[in-house]
Antibody, heavy 122, light 109 residues
Framework: QVQLQESGPGLVKPSQTLSLTCTVS??????????WSWIRQHPGKGLEWIGY???????YYNPSLKSRVTISVDTSKNQFSLKLSSVTAADTAVYYC??????????????WGQGTMVTVSS | SSELTQDPAVSVALGQTVRITCQGD??????ASWYQQKPGQAPVLVIY???NRPSGIPDRFSGSSSGNTASLTITGAQAEDEADYYC????????????FGGGTKLTVL
């Protein structure tokens, strides 16, 4: 079965760029019908959709983060990545990668990574 | 502010039925999906589309929609259903952008 695993630094300094990678195992990231997503959750708060990417490279971003976010895909490594620039303490959160599935019965984030905590602090 | 609105907290007696709602303009055109999140864990999809459950989700979970409101119903709530529940759908512009509701904390008494 498809599994997702986030990786990257747990601590990032203010004004720097947060970089995370999600490795997809058990299936190909190039399979059609899926958008590969990043979602975050501030401590004690709700879920916030950051954006997602199709294997072809088409991207969609949360308008509130769009100026600072880049999501990319590396089909050769079966990975996709998140870069969030000019971070502040407000970007401290658990970051999840997730698969967004489209199908005749509906669409949903059907598979999630375990999440990785990123703290922004000097 | 979220374009999908959920009640912050709901409680239900063990074995009783509870409905968790999600309101938003986009729900007039698009279905919501629902996620269960327990403390320290990643969210889990419980309902998507008109009323579809992924494999492994108990049939006491069901979904429905009317007008601008989507609902998640748990019929015969169990202690293990105590969790946060989030709805998700497209944003009100109807394009590929997604939005989550603020979440509902379900307490099983």
């Amino acid at each position: 079965q498809v599994q997702l695993q986030e990786s990257g630094p747990g601590l990032v300094k203010p004004s720097q760029t947060l970089s995370l990678t999600c490795t997809v195992s058990g299936g190909s990231i190039s399979s059609g019908g899926y958008y590969w997503s990043w979602i975050r959750q501030h401590p004690g708060k709700g879920l916030e959709w950051i954006g997602y990417i199709y294997y072809s490279g088409s991207t969609y971003y949360n308008p509130s983060l769009k100026s600072r976010v880049t999501i990319s895909v590396d089909t050769s490594k079966n990975q996709f990545s998140l870069k969030l620039s000019s971070v502040t303490a407000a970007d401290t959160a658990v970051y999840y990668c997730a698969r967004h599935s489209y199908g005749p019965l509906g669409d949903a984030f059907d598979i999630w990574g375990q999440g990785t905590m990123v703290t922004v602090s000097s | 502010s979220s374009e999908l609105t959920q009640d912050p907290a709901v409680s239900v007696a063990l074995g009783q039925t509870v409905r968790i709602t999600c309101q938003g303009d986009s729900l007039r055109s698009y279905y919501a999906s629902w996620y269960q999140q327990k403390p320290g864990q990643a969210p889990v999809l419980v309902i998507y589309g008109k009323n579809n459950r992924p494999s492994g989700i108990p049939d006491r979970f069901s979904g429905s929609s009317s007008g601008n409101t989507a609902s998640l119903t748990i019929t015969g709530a169990q202690a293990e259903d105590e969790a946060d529940y989030y709805c998700n759908s497209r944003d009100s512009s109807g394009n590929h952008l997604r939005v989550f509701g603020g979440g509902t904390k379900l307490t099983v008494l």
